[in-house]
């Protein structure tokens, strides 16, 4: 997409990820599936401490118990394997410090997290201490799912110190076998809240050019800020007006005297907060049973196809996906009737742009599987990636996405990929399902940015732009160059210039292929429309 930067770094190497039975389970909850390279017992209490930081959320942000209004495919899949390392490697950033990640999107939001802290080897190892030893993994991991969670739940554009900041507050949820404790100081950030001066106008309204303590700011203060602001009984409530004022057009700094009244006085509350003792609170489970847990070992074939699943849920490069296809072609040979297999093996061929053997594999899982939702969105993936040289593939890819709604009606691909089939398609007009399909597809999943896109496009068309703009304050909020051009063109198009906008924010093809020299063009097209908008490239 033109407008969202790619999650997928480039790999080089692949994980070591061990393809033995008895080394992996699958756990699955109310709202998690677990795959982890590590026993039963294990396995279960990692899940369900994953369940009770739902319900942690759930309590604290008033939301309320699961009413089951969200989907199946809302379930976040977390892998849990290896040690902290492996999770920079598998991002691509060798000896970076990353502890894990998370990702979000509507095919199924995952989640990598290793199952323990790099181990020493020798003395070679010994300086091996970076920042991603003092985070613990469980910790990213619950951090990472607030934001989930939040993009669910209340989608709000909140800015980043206080997103930041109310993650981090449940990263170290404490739980015990009656009551859950929150507040405590996150390790990591320790230094930062000691040896960082409170600045309430750079935490509220930080300058363009990032300083040295502009991260500490973000997550340290913004921790103590969203502590103070929710645990603080006086407080509570406040962020809500902050919000308010900011919806109305006001200032960050208006915003936030509007909010929180006299800054001098919040500023002296958070400074004697700092200094004092952590304002930790005990709060009793809503329900006291234990979550809810199946747990079972993987057999042969599911093992072997674990890490071709992890590397292409993670995502691939060109090379990557030529790799991955390597490993997947000899695990059909051995395993020919495995649904898990002949899925991975389907969308590594997807990713390596081989559509006549995707489609095949496609075919055959559906048959091994038919009730799979997976192999049936993905099978019209195919189709519509094909459209792209055979536009006559589209009415093919729309009837592969209803059936694939069908098997699951709530199920946001389906209804993304049906929308596509119908804008990439000149010779139909796009229907009222369509439309509608798409606003379904944004409230099932909140959180995946092509979604939000193709739906800010759609309000566009429509001649919604106050609608697309608020569905769209992730994109046009902030002081990048970017945003800058996006919020320029949204005037230009209330004055009646629509194309600029309308070409900005339009969905790229899925099928469209573009080579390095192509993506590098694009990019310097991209720089020269934000300078043309009087806007600073970062």
């Given at each position: 997409?033109?407008?969202?930067?790619?999650?997928l770094?480039?790999?080089?190497?692949?994980?070591?990820?061990?393809?033995?039975?008895?080394?992996w389970?699958r756990?699955?909850?109310?709202?998690?599936?677990?795959?982890?390279?590590?026993?039963?017992?294990?396995?279960?209490?990692?899940?369900?401490?994953?369940?009770r930081?739902?319900?942690?959320?759930?309590?604290?942000?008033?939301?309320?118990?699961?009413d089951?209004?969200?989907?199946?495919?809302?379930?976040?899949?977390v892998?849990?394997?290896?040690?902290?390392?492996?999770?920079?490697t598998?991002?691509?950033?060798?000896?970076?410090?990353?502890?894990?990640?998370?990702?979000?999107?509507?095919d199924?939001?995952?989640?990598?997290?290793?199952?323990?802290l790099?181990?020493?080897?020798?003395?070679?190892?010994?300086?091996?201490?970076?920042?991603?030893?003092m985070?613990?993994?469980?910790?990213i991991l619950?951090?990472?799912?607030?934001?989930?969670?939040?993009?669910?739940?209340?989608?709000?554009?909140?800015?980043?110190?206080y997103?930041?900041?109310?993650?981090?507050?449940?990263?170290?949820?404490?739980?015990?076998?009656?009551?859950?404790?929150?507040g405590?100081?996150?390790?990591?950030?320790?230094?930062?809240?000691?040896?960082i001066?409170?600045?309430l106008?750079?935490?509220?309204?930080?300058?363009?050019k990032?300083?040295?303590?502009?991260?500490?700011?973000?997550?340290?203060?913004?921790?103590?800020?969203?502590?103070?602001?929710?645990?603080n009984?006086?407080?509570?409530?406040?962020?809500?007006?902050?919000?308010?004022?900011?919806?109305?057009?006001?200032?960050?700094?208006?915003?936030?005297?509007?909010?929180?009244?006299?800054?001098?006085v919040?500023?002296?509350?958070?400074?004697?907060?700092?200094?004092?003792?952590?304002?930790?609170?005990?709060?009793?489970?809503?329900?006291?049973?234990?979550?809810?847990?199946?747990?079972h070992?993987?057999?042969?074939?599911?093992?072997?196809?674990?890490e071709?699943?992890?590397?292409?849920?993670?995502?691939?490069?060109e090379?990557?996906a030529?790799?991955?296809?390597?490993?997947?072609?000899?695990?059909?040979?051995?395993?020919?009737?495995?649904?898990?297999?002949?899925?991975?093996?389907?969308?590594?061929?997807?990713d390596?742009?081989?559509y006549?053997?995707?489609?095949?594999?496609?075919?055959?899982?559906?048959?091994?599987?038919?009730?799979?939702?997976?192999a049936?969105?993905?099978?019209?993936?195919i189709?519509?990636?094909?459209?792209f040289?055979?536009?006559?593939?589209?009415?093919?890819?729309r009837?592969?996405?209803?059936?694939?709604?069908?098997?699951e009606?709530?199920?946001?691909?389906?209804?993304?990929?049906?929308?596509?089939?119908?804008?990439?398609?000149?010779?139909?007009?796009?229907?009222?399902?369509?439309?509608?399909?798409?606003?379904?597809?944004?409230?099932?999943?909140?959180f995946?940015?092509?979604?939000?896109?193709?739906?800010?496009?759609?309000?566009?068309l429509?001649?919604?732009?106050?609608?697309?703009?608020?569905?769209?304050?992730?994109?046009?909020?902030?002081?990048?160059?970017?945003?800058?051009?996006?919020?320029?063109?949204?005037t230009?198009f209330e004055?009646?210039?629509?194309?600029?906008?309308?070409?900005?924010?339009?969905?790229?093809?899925?099928?469209?292929?573009?080579?390095?020299?192509?993506?590098?063009?694009?990019?310097?097209a991209?720089?020269?429309?934000?300078?043309d908008?009087?806007?600073?490239?970062?």
């Amino acid at each position: 997409m033109r407008l969202i930067a790619s999650l997928l770094a480039a790999l080089t190497v692949f994980i070591a990820v061990p393809a033995s039975a008895q080394d992996w389970h699958r756990a699955e909850t109310l709202h998690f599936i677990v795959y982890a390279e590590d026993d039963a017992d294990s396995t279960k209490e990692f899940a369900q401490d994953l369940e009770r930081l739902d319900e942690v959320l759930r309590i604290l942000t008033g939301v309320g118990p699961d009413d089951g209004s969200l989907p199946e495919s809302a379930k976040v899949t977390v892998f849990r394997f290896g040690e902290t390392r492996d999770m920079a490697t598998l991002a691509g950033a060798r000896g970076s410090g990353i502890g894990g990640f998370f990702i979000g999107r509507a095919d199924g939001a995952v989640a990598f997290v290793p199952r323990e802290l790099n181990k020493r080897r020798g003395r070679s190892r010994q300086r091996d201490v970076d920042s991603a030893m003092m985070l613990d993994p469980q910790g990213i991991l619950f951090h990472e799912y607030v934001h989930y969670f939040m993009f669910q739940h209340s989608d709000a554009p909140y800015p980043l110190w206080y997103s930041e900041g109310f993650a981090e507050l449940f990263s170290n949820v404490e739980f015990f076998d009656d009551y859950f404790v929150i507040g405590d100081v996150p390790t990591a950030r320790s230094y930062s809240l000691s040896s960082i001066p409170i600045d309430l106008e750079k935490t509220f309204d930080p300058p363009a050019k990032p300083d040295r303590n502009t991260t500490g700011r973000t997550y340290a203060h913004g921790w103590l800020l969203a502590s103070h602001l929710n645990l603080n009984p006086e407080r509570r409530g406040q962020m809500g007006k902050y919000m308010q004022a900011i919806s109305e057009g006001k200032s960050r700094m208006e915003a936030a005297e509007i909010a929180f009244g006299d800054l001098d006085v919040l500023r002296r509350e958070l400074e004697e907060f700092r200094q004092g003792a952590a304002r930790v609170l005990k709060v009793p489970y809503a329900t006291q049973a234990e979550p809810p847990v199946e747990v079972h070992k993987l057999n042969e074939a599911q093992a072997a196809r674990m890490e071709a699943m992890i590397i292409t849920n993670r995502g691939v490069d060109e090379d990557e996906a030529q790799s991955v296809v390597r490993k997947t072609r000899p695990l059909v040979e051995r395993y020919p009737n495995s649904p898990e297999v002949l899925l991975a093996a389907m969308e590594a061929e997807i990713d390596a742009r081989n559509y006549a053997e995707a489609e095949a594999l496609a075919e055959r899982a559906i048959a091994a599987d038919p009730e799979s939702t997976e192999a049936a969105m993905f099978y019209g993936d195919i189709a519509l990636r094909q459209s792209f040289e055979d536009p006559s593939k589209l009415s093919e890819a729309r009837k592969r996405y209803a059936a694939a709604n069908q098997k699951e009606f709530d199920h946001p691909y389906p209804l993304y990929g049906y929308y596509l089939s119908y804008l990439f398609d000149e010779s139909e007009e796009m229907p009222e399902v369509a439309k509608t399909g798409l606003e379904s597809a944004f409230r099932y999943a909140p959180f995946d940015y092509p979604i939000r896109q193709a739906l800010v496009h759609m309000l566009l068309l429509e001649d919604r732009p106050a609608e697309a703009k608020i569905v769209g304050a992730r994109f046009i909020d902030g002081k990048g160059g970017q945003q800058c051009m996006l919020r320029k063109m949204f005037t230009e198009f209330e004055e009646g210039k629509r194309d600029p906008l309308l070409n900005e924010i339009r969905p790229d093809h899925p099928g469209e292929y573009k080579d390095e020299e192509q993506r590098k063009a694009e990019r310097e097209a991209l720089e020269k429309r934000i300078e043309d908008y009087g806007c600073k490239v970062d």
